[in-house]
């Protein structure tokens, strides 16, 4: 949950906020998608820890999340949106499937995890399923969002999207690497048979597997209510930097100077007060200058 929030600040508050901003930081945050993406996967690919590998595939979603946030466009916005959900349910079901094997085994190294699908078949099978849906295969949770940012971010710039696409390709490598390394192969005959899910366990993995299967086969209830929101942000983007406004969320006409105005109501406040001054100066000389010849009157009298 913590990974998210800040995708989430960004889609919530940098993107509404901001547009400009954002528009102009788009290509930075673009590249930095990009890295994110190709970096976590190498790392991860050369991992010998099994919670490790996990944790810097997170590293390659989350790159994906900001690769549709700043393509700008429905396509991008809605499936970093979805990937965010999805990412929560396959890499937290992995968390916690790894966490299981340690308390099993008493290890991560998975040079020293063998042959675990003879003696755990259900074991295996769950983390078949949640490993396939993180890898984004057709048909699970993981491909909806992955489609619709590369769909996004091939609209803004296909180059992006090409080499994004490669992080599609090693997360199946280190995964499907990770998965025959630790279920398949020769089991230690020094080592007990490793226990099976307990029915405990099932119960708490159904949830996050039944969100894997239902938002892969049938997502459109969870498009349909993000769909609304996107176009609103994605069309405030638009008008925003097509029109040159500034970025109040709410842009009124009512109760609100700007700048020019203010300026310019200074400048006729000023002239303003300059010609009161000046036509009080000549009333004032008038004035004096009538009572001096009073007074010259007066003494030519006298």
């Known amino acids: 949950v913590m990974l998210k929030l800040g995708t ?6 940098g993107l509404f906020l901001f547009p400009e901003a954002s528009h102009f930081f788009a290509p930075l945050f673009l590249t930095l998608g990009v890295i994110g993406i190709v970096y976590g996967a190498i790392v991860a ?3 010998k820890d099994l919670k490790r590998l996990v944790a810097y595939s997170s590293i390659a979603h989350l790159g994906f999340i900001i690769l549709g946030t700043f393509a700008l466009n429905t396509q991008g916005i809605q499936g ?5 959900v999805n990412h929560g349910l396959s890499t937290g079901a992995l968390f916690m499937l790894v966490g299981i094997i340690y308390e099993r085994k008493h290890t991560r190294q998975i ?4 042959g675990m699908q003879k003696s755990a078949p259900v074991l295996a099978g769950v983390f078949t399923l949640v490993m396939l849906s993180s890898i984004g295969l057709p048909g699970l949770n993981g491909f909806v969002g992955e489609f619709l940012i590369l769909l996004g971010a ?9 080499v994004a696409a490669t992080g599609v390709i090693l997360a199946a490598l280190y995964l499907l690497w990770a998965y025959q390394r630790v279920f398949h192969g020769p089991q230690n005959p020094e080592d007990e048979p490793t226990k099976d899910l307990t029915n405990w366990e099932r119960l708490t993995l159904l949830p996050l597997i039944v969100g894997i299967v239902f938002l892969g086969i049938y997502p459109k ?12 942000l994605v069309s405030h983007i638009e008008e925003t930097i097509e029109g040159g406004s500034f970025t109040e969320p709410v842009p009124t006409t009512q109760n609100r100077t700007s700048f020019s105005d203010l300026l310019m109501q200074t400048h006729e406040s000023h002239g303003h007060n300059k010609h009161d001054s000046s036509h009080h100066g000549d009333h004032d000389e008038g004035h004096d200058s009538g009572h001096n010849g009073d007074e010259s009157h007066s003494g030519g009298h006298e």
């Open 80 to 84: 970093a949106t979805v990937q965010m």
């Open 111 to 114: 040079s020293e995890l063998s």
């Open 45 to 47: 690919t050369m991992q």
């Open 221 to 232: 209830p969870m498009l349909d209510r993000i769909e609304p929101a996107v176009d609103k």
């Open 8 to 13: 989430y600040g960004f889609i919530r508050f």
């Open 154 to 162: 091939f609209t803004a710039n296909r180059w992006w999207a090409v």
